[in-house]
């Protein structure tokens, strides 16, 4: 019931800025919690931010004061606006979406897009 849509990756240098964009298609996003996780090769996915749907929002250590999740639900899109990029920031950043409900919850994901910071 719910899709969704990465844009916005692509080469920066380290200190430069991108932001991504998450467009969600669902009859109530506004419902739903939402965030960022990210993979590089070797690595584990992680989390890199999250927003409620009432607006709250938590950031991973190493990207707090840099990076900064918002969302319209006006237009059901999530974004992620991140400044001062470093190499570590290099990855695949994959956008999800939490809908629960009475006896469970489901956690959609987008396609994921690519972002790769160079020094």
């Known amino acids: 019931q719910v899709q969704l849509v990465e844009s916005g990756g692509g080469l920066v240098q380290a200190g430069g800025s991108l932001r991504l964009s998450c467009a969600a298609s669902?009859?109530?996003?506004?419902?739903?919690?939402t965030g960022w996780f990210r993979q590089d090769p070797g690595k584990e996915r992680e989390l890199v931010a999250r927003?409620?749907?009432?607006?709250?929002?938590n950031y991973a250590d190493s990207v707090k004061g840099r990076f900064t999740i918002s969302r319209d639900n006006a237009k059901s899109t999530v974004y992620l606006q991140m400044n001062s990029m470093k190499p570590e920031d290099t990855a695949v950043y994959f956008c999800?979406?939490?809908?629960?409900?009475?006896?469970?919850?489901?956690?959609?994901w987008g396609q994921g897009t690519q972002v790769t910071v160079s020094s």
């Open positions: 927003i409620s749907s009432g607006g709250s929002t």
């Open positions: 999800t979406a939490n809908v629960r409900f009475i006896g469970g919850s489901r956690t959609y």
């Open positions: 669902g009859r109530a996003f506004n419902l739903y919690h």
